[in-house]
Each structure stands twice: as C-alpha cells, then as structure tokens.
C-alpha cells in the first residue's frame, strides 16, 4: 500500500532513472523540435511576405490560413511529446508503485508502447486533452516568469491594447483545463489498463468525483513551491554574487556581472523547471491515483515489463523510426551547417548586442590596442573602428584623415608612409598613463579580435586611396574573419564594391538621416542610423525585409533604453560598460535594480 504522500516516494525508488530519463529524452526533443520548429516558422514568415514578425504584424501574421496550419502542426507536434513523457512517467511510477525498480530503456518503451495506440480509433482525442490540461499542470510556472523578468515595454503595450481579448482567452483556457482536469487519470487507464480513450475518460471521472479539489488543490500547491523555491534560489544566488563582487572590489563591473548572473541563473532555472515540473507533478498525481483506487477498493493491475521487439514492429512503426532518424539528422545539419535558417527573426526573443564606438573610447585613446582590449574587459559584443590608407598603401586604423588631433603631427594620412606612422604616439593626447600607444594596423586588430569580439570595420575614403576595398577584404579573408565582422561606410559605392568583391562580408551602410526606401538598397544588409531619426516604423520596415538595424552613437542613458526598447539589432557608444549593464538589467525585475543601485550607493 502507497503512503498517504505528495509523491515524493514513488520518485525516490527510480530518481536516477527518471532524471536520466528527462535529460536524454528532453535533449531529443531539443535536437528535433526546437530547430524544426523555427525552420517552419521563419518558411511561414516568408509565404506571408514577413521577414520580422513584430507585436506590430504578429496579429496579422497569426490569422493567415499558413499560419493556423502551422499552429496545428506545432500543437499537434507538442502534444505528443508531451504525452510520450508523460505515459513514459506514468509506467515508471507504476513500477514504483510496486517497488520495482526500472531502467532509462523501460521508461521508454512505456512512452513508445502507448502513443504506439494513440493513433487507433479515438485514441487520438487523447492529443486535445493534453493541450487543454497542460497549462493547469504548469500555470504558476508562466506567472514565475512574468514576475521574475521585466517583459519588454512593447510587449506590455501589446497586452494592455488587447487586454480584453486576452483575459477572455486566457479564463477560457483555465475553465478548459480545471472541467477537464476530470480526465486526468484517463492516462493511467489508457497506459496500465490499456483501456480506449472513452472508456479511459469514463473511469477517470468516476474515480476523481470524490477527491477532485483535493487533487486540484494540490497539483496548484506543489507549482507554488516549485515556483517558490526557484524564486528564492534565484534571488539569493544574485545577491550572493552580488556581496561577493563587492567584497572583491571589482565596483566598476558589478552592476554588468550582477545582471547577466541573473538573466543566466534565471534560464538555468527555466531549464531546471522544463526538466523536472512534469515528473514532479505527475509523481503527485500518481499517488492520488493510487490512493484512490485503494481507497475505493479499486484493483491495481499487476506491473509488467513493457517489450518491444524491432522485428515484429509492422512497417508503419519501422517508417516512423526512420523518419525521426531522418528528422535528427536533418537537425544536426541545420545546427551545425546552415545555422543562419535557424535564426529567429522574432520581436519577443531579439537581443541587443553593443559596439564599442573606436574601442572603449571614454576610457582609453580611440582605435587603438588598449582601447579594443578595454572593450573586450567591458563586455562589448562588438567594436568599431575606422580605417584608413597610408601613402604607402597600409591600412590602419584611424579616424581623421589628418593625424594632428591624436599624435599631434600636422599631417595627412595620404602623404605619410607607414614607417612614419608606426613612430607616433596615438595615446599621450588621451592621458599621460597611455604614452606610446601606437596606430595599429587593421591586421594586427583582427588577430587581437579573433575569438574574443566581432569588429565594426568602417571604410573613411579620402580619395587618395588605391585599391582600398581590395585590400581590406583580403586582409579580411587572410585571417578567416568574414563571419565575425561587417564593413560598414557612409559611402554606398563603397559597400557595393565591397559585395561585389566577396558577397558573403556583411555590409552595413551609414546614414545620418533614414529618407526614403533605404531599406531596398540592395548592397547593404543593414543600416547604420543616428538615433534620434530612429523610430519603431523605421525599424520594423527595414527588418522585415531582413535588415539589421544599428544605432550611433548612443551615450545617455534614456537614449539607451529607448533603442533597447525599439529593438534595434545594435547600439555603438563610446561606453560600451554602461550600454551593457542597460541591456542586462532590461531582463531583471525594476525592485531587484533599485536594491542593487540602493547596496551600491551605500556601500561606495
């Protein structure tokens, strides 16, 4: 007989197996839903004419007849994952039931064994009522994360101007899954009694009508102390981290370090909760099935190994074996060789990435080593420099095309050969401690870069140049960097000779002002715009037709919000330190930012 439990126990007699279960099996559904997934979304993007689905565009996009069907296969897709974990679970705490413990294998083959039946007859109505049951199962897992990060203010927007709609779906949705939450034993019977979906939803009834709050009641409970505990590790671990970097004395950086720490520990969590919420709900469950049936004197079918043997599989089975072999193939082919079909042009998962302005130029002399190296310390994703040609025909990198205001020698980059240059001091200017620092040449910066940051390479023509283009593409493509770079230039002949020497370099063309369809341009894959003609508009036009769009130069702090907010793909600043911690905290919590501000004021 099962103890009066939470089900704590019937995860006990299997815990290894079932966490090695959730791991493999949840790795596989990675590998083979995540990708396909995302494959199919971004084809039905392109079928409605959509490169970047936006809060503006997305109802549009969604009641497109593509879109629907798309949704049905997704739903379709998700509900038998769901219910192959969930009968895998169902047979393994059967076996705990009876104290038997069972292998990683068996627990699969109770999974393959039962949606094996899920396509006889009826059987597959099963697949509607997982759909509708399992918000209920997870609910206070989606209102941990609206607590626990910051949604985006555009996605606030949205909610608020379909509130009504909203919370009209999403009560039908909770009144959907507690009326059916009757059915939920209908898997033990459809998997241990191998009962049809009828009769399995019949039985399921008559056995919960006595303890149906009970079971709701707790199912809620046990979410709340998962979502509790998660909470709460989250929070203390932060401020943990936090106090430590403070005790390190590391004060320039702690606001970054913090942020990030809590946007990485919090998908740790998320990660944590996909792997372990349904065993734990379902161990629940399962002993409130169990208890019941004992205590209405109900017999308990007898466990049994489940079997399979690959050559009496009919042809059927064999081909959909075949097929999701094909299917994981395909994946790791798309993961690893045509990554870029994989990247999600979706408004609500973009990330902002920050470019050093000239290096980390409030802190160290503009394009040079130490200001690169100092990008590098302070979190930038990218760093941009300018380049420009000695008469001698080098590439360096270097703003004006005068040398006088950063080495103080009054004369043009055209008329001095490189010997000359690699003599000056770039660095004294900024301050005495950056005495001797030199004007690198670009190829010296790309080895610096290679591995650490991705570079922002802008062309500044003069009209002395000899071959400018040539030269800085095969400088590129010397040191195998064509994917960890663009090439940017407010001259548009520029970037078009750039593609037309090798189309695969990233160019991104540099405007002042965003007039007219600049976003057809066909040489530039994304645009480089001075923030304050930046809108929402601007940005949704030029990425739905799959341009990036990048911000210059933003330094004050609302400005940062704001193209945070818009979701430009990238900000340059000259403080690439501060643009991160803005694009960090933008994950956290507005009261987890005032107490780290309110410690780091009290404790300066």
């Not at 020698?409 to 301050?431: M, P, R, S």
């Not at 390479?457 to 002395?464: D, N, Q, R, S, V």
Request: hydrophobic letters at 50%; glycine letters at 4%; one cysteine or more.
């Amino acid at each position: 007989m099962l103890k009066k439990s939470l089900g704590l126990e019937l995860i006990k007699t299997n815990f290894k197996s079932i966490a090695l279960f959730e791991i493999i099996y949840k790795f596989i559904v990675v590998l083979l839903f995540a990708p396909s997934t995302i494959v199919i979304l971004n084809f039905s993007m392109k079928l409605n004419g959509m490169n970047y689905l936006s809060y503006d565009n997305i109802e549009s996009f969604i009641t497109k007849p593509t879109s629907i069907l798309m949704l049905a296969f997704f739903l379709i897709g998700f509900a038998i994952f769901v219910i192959f974990e969930i009968t895998a679970l169902v047979g393994c705490y059967h076996a705990s039931y009876y104290k038997i413990s069972v292998s990683v294998r068996d627990i699969f083959r109770f999974g393959i064994i039962s949606c094996a039946k899920l396509f006889k007859g009826v059987n597959i109505f099963l697949l509607l009522l997982i759909i509708f049951i399992f918000p209920l199962l997870i609910a206070t897992q989606f209102v941990q994360i609206a607590y626990l990060i910051k949604l985006p203010n555009i996605l606030l927007n949205f909610i608020n101007s379909n509130r009504n709609r909203l919370v009209f779906f999403t009560g039908l949705i909770i009144l959907f899954s507690i009326i059916l939450m009757r059915l939920i034993y209908a898997f033990y019977y459809f998997c241990i009694e191998n009962c049809n979906i009828k009769s399995a939803c019949d039985k399921s009834m008559n056995l919960i009508r006595n303890d149906y709050t009970k079971t709701v009641f707790g199912l809620i409970l046990w979410n709340l102390v998962i979502s509790i505990v998660n909470s709460l590790f989250l929070i203390l671990s932060v401020l943990i981290i936090f106090n430590f970097g403070k005790a390190l004395g590391v004060n320039e950086v702690i606001g970054v370090v913090t942020f990030n720490s809590y946007r990485l520990i919090f998908i740790l969590l998320v990660g944590v909760s996909i792997l372990f919420t349904l065993p734990i709900v379902f161990a629940y469950i399962s002993s409130c099935y169990f208890n019941q049936k004992e205590d209405i004197g109900e017999i308990i079918y007898n466990y049994k190994k489940p079997k399979i043997v690959l050559r009496k599989l009919k042809l059927a089975k064999k081909i959909y074996i075949f097929i999701a072999v094909v299917l994981i193939l395909n994946n790791f082919y798309l993961l690893f060789f045509e990554g870029n079909s994989l990247d999600l042009k979706v408004e609500l998962f973009h990330k902002t990435s920050i470019t050093a302005h000239r290096g980390d130029s409030a802190n160290a002399p503009e394009n040079t080593i130490i200001a690169i190296e100092s990008a590098i310390n302070h979190f930038a994703d990218w760093v941009e420099i300018d380049l420009q040609q000695t008469k001698d025909g080098e590439i360096i990198v270097m703003h004006d095309s005068n040398l006088r205001r950063t080495t103080g020698v009054n004369k043009y980059i055209w008329d001095v050969n490189f010997d000359e240059v690699k003599t000056l001091d770039a660095g004294k200017w900024f301050g005495e401690e950056f005495s001797g620092e030199r004007i690198p040449t670009l190829d010296e910066v790309i080895k610096l870069a290679k591995g650490k940051i991705k570079l922002n390479i802008e062309l500044k023509p003069t009209g002395h140049e000899k071959g400018l283009e040539d030269a800085v593409v095969n400088i590129i493509k010397n040191n195998n960097f064509e994917s960890d770079c663009v090439v940017t230039s407010l001259k548009y002949d520029i970037i078009k000779r750039i593609k037309q020497i090798d189309p695969d370099i990233k160019t991104i063309y540099v405007t002042t002002l965003a007039y007219g369809k600049i976003a057809v341009l066909p040489y530039a894959d994304g645009f480089s715009v001075e923030h304050s003609f930046i809108t929402k508009r601007l940005v949704n036009t030029i990425k739905n037709k799959g341009k990036d769009v990048y911000a210059w130069t933003v330094n004050n702090e609302a400005d940062l919000v704001k193209m945070i907010n818009l979701g430009v793909d990238n900000i340059i600043t000259d403080d690439p330190l501060k643009a991160k911690e803005m694009v960090y905290s933008n994950y956290a919590p507005d009261k987890l930012i005032e107490l780290v501000n309110y410690k780091f004021r009290i404790n300066k």
